[in-house]
């Protein structure tokens, strides 16, 4: 017990030290944020000069080699193609629309600095799935009710941006020091506590405009009716309660999705299946390379090694599809929706993986979130996943995994 309190203790005081320093640096107005994508901003203009053709598009998007990649990713997901694939980024271009491409810009554009490398890149990552996830929630909402979607999906991309600032804000305050490694839940808090006002930071360095600063500011509010359009914020809010539902489990139905407050049914449904979309939509922003491994000295405590899987437990074959490479792993024990996997090669923290698993009676995929990854004391590496997003057979075989008894 003195052990667990003097533990205590320590995370106490490391924590009220981080918070003056973020506060001090709010303060001197010296939060790093990352600049508005140039490319974003080119879009925009050309967009709202009215003076363009398909062309005029199709030549600024390709002068930007990741946004080309993007749109070509992002026209071609299950969500949006409703056809036959493309591989002209014409036609891309013509399929997405002038307005949405200006948006998709921003989200190309903001992706590469949540992989930029630092000691609490998985969590980066985690803030960066979630804001994709509320634009194509918030996009679907707004669109079945009959509101502006593009201003949904940038309000929903950005509401809570702020974390991602916050965790880089992090990152900086204490990248001269050698700060004690913590469970992710702590660092993920910190962030919480500050993602409304480094978003707001964020909408002042970018002079955003006045609703998207309302959408990071009152999401949480109960109360919306005296904002400037309290209906599409509405649209954010419940995207950002549906985000809520997707951290806590590895599956969302619609039937949970309905008993938000104002969701009717048939929204409930859309917004089901928009869920299950999300992990191939943020896998489009990935590209060939996929992310980095985190540094090895990252801040987030490593958990403690599982030990053997029970002899009872059977081990399927799992590849893990990691852009152009195939990583064969082994699948250990399932602890609720976490499954330990072993292979010769790490997996990367924080990021979305396809993982295919050759368990009878046939091979399954589904997509996980990496929630840690170490290199075991023997050799090979072990990591923990989670899915994220997975249908109602997924699941079934998801469960099914752990053994007899452990199927839904």
């Not at 493309?86 to 307005?99: C, E, F, K, N």
């Not at 929630?137 to 079945?144: G, I, P, V, Y």
């Not at 917004?271 to 999300?278: D, G, I, P």
């Not at 992310?291 to 081990?315: I, K, N, Q």
């Amino acid at each position: 017990m003195p052990e667990a309190s003097s533990r205590i203790a320590r995370v106490g005081l490391e924590q009220l030290d981080l918070d003056a320093r973020i506060v001090d640096l709010i303060s001197r107005d010296g939060v790093p944020v990352p600049a508005y994508p140039a490319v974003a901003f080119q879009v925009e203009q050309l967009v709202r000069s009215g003076e363009f053709g398909l062309d005029d598009l199709s030549r600024l998007v390709s002068a930007d080699a990741a946004l080309a990649a993007d749109t070509l990713r992002y026209a071609n997901t299950a969500y949006y193609s409703r056809g036959n694939g493309i591989t002209s980024l014409q036609q891309a271009v013509l399929r997405i629309g002038a307005v949405e491409l200006a948006r998709l810009a921003i989200a190309s554009g903001l992706a590469e600095g949540t992989r930029a490398q630092g000691p609490l890149l998985a969590l980066r990552r985690r803030a960066w799935v979630d804001a994709l996830g509320a634009a194509l929630l918030a996009h679907e909402l707004a669109a079945r009710r009959g509101l502006r979607r593009d201003e949904a999906f940038i309000c929903g991309l950005l509401h809570d941006f702020g974390k991602v600032i916050a965790i880089s804000a992090v990152e900086h305050v204490v990248s001269r020091e050698k700060a004690e490694a913590m469970p992710a839940t702590f660092w993920w808090t910190l962030a919480e506590r500050y993602h409304l006002e480094l978003g707001l930071v964020l909408a002042a360095r970018w002079k955003l405009p006045e609703l998207i600063a309302q959408a990071i500011a009152r999401h949480h509010d109960e109360d919306l009716s005296t904002s400037l359009d309290p209906e599409l914020l509405r649209v954010v809010a419940v995207a950002d309660q549906v985000l809520a539902l997707m951290s806590g489990s590895g599956r969302v139905a619609a039937r949970a999705i309905a008993r938000i407050p104002g969701v009717t049914e048939a929204e409930a449904g859309a917004l089901s299946r928009v869920v299950e979309a999300v992990p191939e939509f943020v896998a489009s922003f990935e590209g060939k390379g996929g992310t980095p491994l985190p540094v090895l000295d990252s801040l987030v405590a490593a958990p403690e090694p599982p030990g053997a899987a029970p002899a009872e437990t059977p081990s399927w074959p799992v590849r893990a599809l990691l852009g152009p490479d195939v990583v064969t792993l082994a699948c250990g024990e399932l602890d609720g929706d976490v499954l330990t996997v072993r292979g010769p090669r790490g997996l990367p923290e924080g990021a979305l993986v396809e993982l295919e698993v050759d368990a009878p009676p046939r091979t399954f995929e589904v997509w996980v979130t990496v929630n840690c990854c170490w290199q075991a004391p023997g050799g090979g590496w072990t990591a923990l996943v989670q899915p994220l997003a997975m249908t109602a057979e997924a699941e079934a075989r998801w469960r099914a995994l752990g053994g007899p008894g452990q199927a839904a």
